[in-house]
Nanobody, 124 residues
Framework: VQLQASGGGLVQAGGPLRLSCAASGRTFSTYAWFRQSPGKEREFVAAIRGSGGSTYYKDSVKGRFTVSGDNAKNTVYLQTATLKPEDTAVYFC????????????????????WGRGTLVTVSS
């Protein structure tokens, strides 16, 4: 089982970027994106059910980020828009075999599998 995040890079403030998380080996019930800035703890960004249904977001990214999935490709995306310098971080994708209850979506320990991060740098 492997999760591979990609799509990070350097972008100017206000710009968009699309991150991808390709899962291999199996499908999952819940996928999530987290991020970690230098000197800060890893934090929840967004989550999506494997069925492609419900989505969940950190308040500060609502309206700017969109999480989606392509079941045929077993890939989850995080489309970012109107990026801000404070969005600069290493972004990680995570997944869990069984459904993570809503109250636990932001918990690091709720996820079995983690991919290596992809760095997003937003310049002002």
């Amino acid at each position: 089982v492997q999760l591979q995040a990609s799509g990070g890079g350097l972008v100017q403030a206000g710009g968009p970027l699309r991150l991808s998380c390709a899962a291999s080996g199996r499908t999952f019930s819940t996928y999530a994106w987290f991020r970690q800035s230098p000197g800060k703890e890893r934090e929840f960004v967004a989550a999506i059910r494997g069925s492609g249904g419900s989505t969940y977001y950190k308040d500060s990214v609502k309206g700017r980020f969109t999480v989606s999935g392509d079941n045929a490709k077993n890939t989850v995306y995080l489309q970012t828009a109107t990026l801000k310098p404070e969005d600069t971080a290493v972004y990680f994708c995570a997944a869990n075999s069984w459904r993570v209850i809503q109250s636990s979506l932001s918990s690091l320990t709720a996820y079995e599998y983690w991919g290596r991060g992809t760095l997003v740098t937003v310049s002002s």
